[in-house]
């Protein structure tokens, strides 16, 4: 008896041990900066205190900063990768293949000087390691506690090469992005400290207080809540602008719970405003010009845009967003976007505001480590992207599936022999467009294939209990796939193996078909590699479409209803067999057309087989 009592309490303590250390948590932080800004050398001095709390069941010893500006220099990480992988790169970051890293004068590069950290007081050892730097602690921070870090820094703003710096292509005098040192994310993975090479962030849900010194002539635009607008330029008609004896003005800015801070400065700037009904209060930062006059006329569609994401996926959980012309094309930052302005179309514009703003889901709130799994957060972006531009500018001849051109870009790529698995981390794709493909294409068409395959209605019901679960969270695959499960009954996990982990292909055909005098029997083929349950249609002379759903034996579950129609359920299709063949209820003069996926949903790399015209 008391072995058993023993056997059962040693039971019961593994068990509670394994819970807890497989249990969700996220780290948080609380930043407070003073930043002086020398406008005309392109300088500031930084002063932080950083309050940071530990809700791991780890004991931490060590603690990593990010240093993203040190990358903004001849022989940085970044420049070696460019010039080693020429033309194949990424090519904003190269002219005819040569690294523009290489070619920054000294006085540009970006450098962030850390002069020195304090834990509680204590002065701490801490060494530079490229865009990272190693901290040892003084104290190590024990499982759900709290310690605070303060430090001191200076930085020189870089030639804008990528995303952040100095005189964009524009005109933008400064894109402050990722540009003070950031404390990196730690989960159950340990510390997320990847180098920056060019790609995606990942940090941990912070709070910010940040005040910022600066000539009194500019105009600062941010995602956070100006706290101070009647002191400062631009946001209110009869402000009352506040200066110190160096005629510099002080912005007060707040944000709760986002990944980073990014604010932009320029002389130029004017500042728009409109409230979207149920939504964010919208700002518009921007040189007014003939060149930016799109963005007047884009108000209307980016109201329409919130409006859909929150009905679609789930409410933006932020009081504002900012749409600031600063970047170099376009990237996402906490409740804003820096974007090139000058639109050369109001599709074009709309387009980049509904891409980047739909990163405040699929980033900001849902907060997936980029660096690792780029394909949900550009993939599952580009999906809500589509879906929405489809309904903002409906295409002329009228398409019922908005994915199709990405569907063909993909089938095109397929046959260049360069693609490479989504499952590759960001930075480490060796082929530019490559990456492109893998994350933003293969990411959205991951959904795509998904709708496919469990109907659309239960798709739309993943998402929103996906995000439902999630926001404001740093949710992984392991987390959609068990929701995608648990709301379709089906086995997916073969179908994330294939399409995110492998370049298998999908390649369906019609191989024969029979006609009798009542009856047809069709005869399909497998030659790809991927296994995937089909539908197939037959459009009557009398211009009626009747559908039926083979499903594949390895989901278990069928799918019972999609928006495309009504089908007939016929016989599994085992995922070992090449051919499968059916008979339906109607003969060669009843027929006008049959085929494979009348949807245009189905990734099949090789479209032309999978239809036939009865003539």
Known sequence: MQKLLLTIVFSAICTLSFSQQNA??????????????????????????????????????????HLYWNAFKPNSMMDQRVQSQGKNGDSRLQTNGISRLASIPKNEEGAQNIHWIRQNGKDLKFEIQETIMKVELDTPIKPNSSTTFTMEWDANIPMQIRRAGRNNREGIDMTMTQWYPKIAEYDYDGWATFDYIGREFHAPFSDFQ??????KDYVIGAGGILENPSEVKGYEPNANIKTDSNNKATWKWTAKNILDFAFAADRDYTVETFTILDGPKVFYVYQ?????????????????????????YGKYAYPSYSFIQGGDGGMEYGMCTMMLGEGRSLEGLVGLMVHEGGHSWNQQMMAYNESMRPWMDEGFTSYYDDLIMHQLFPPKEAVANPFVNTINSYVNFTKTGKEEPAVWLGDHHDDGRAYSVASYVKGELFLVQLGYIVGEQNLSLIMKEFFNQWKMKHPTDRDFMHVAQKISGMDLKWFQHYWINTTKTIDYAIKDVK???TSTTITLENKGSIPMPIDFSVLTKDKKVVNYQIPMNMTHIWKSKDIYGDFKTLDYWKWTQKEYSFTIPYNKSQISALGIDFSQRLADVNPADNFIEVK
């Open 24 to 65: 969700y948590y996220q780290q948080s932080a609380k930043y407070k900066m003073d930043i002086d800004i020398d406008a005309q050398n392109f300088t500031y001095q930084g002063n932080q205190t950083l309050t940071y709390t530990n809700n791991s069941p780890d004991e931490l010893k060590v603690v990593y900063f």
């Open 210 to 215: 940040v005040n910022i010194k600066i000539d």
């Open 288 to 312: 007014k010009s003939e060149k930016t006059k799109l963005w007047e006329e884009s108000k209307p569609y980016v109201t329409k845009f919130f409006q859909l994401m929150n009905a679609t």
């Open 515 to 517: 006609y009798d005098k």
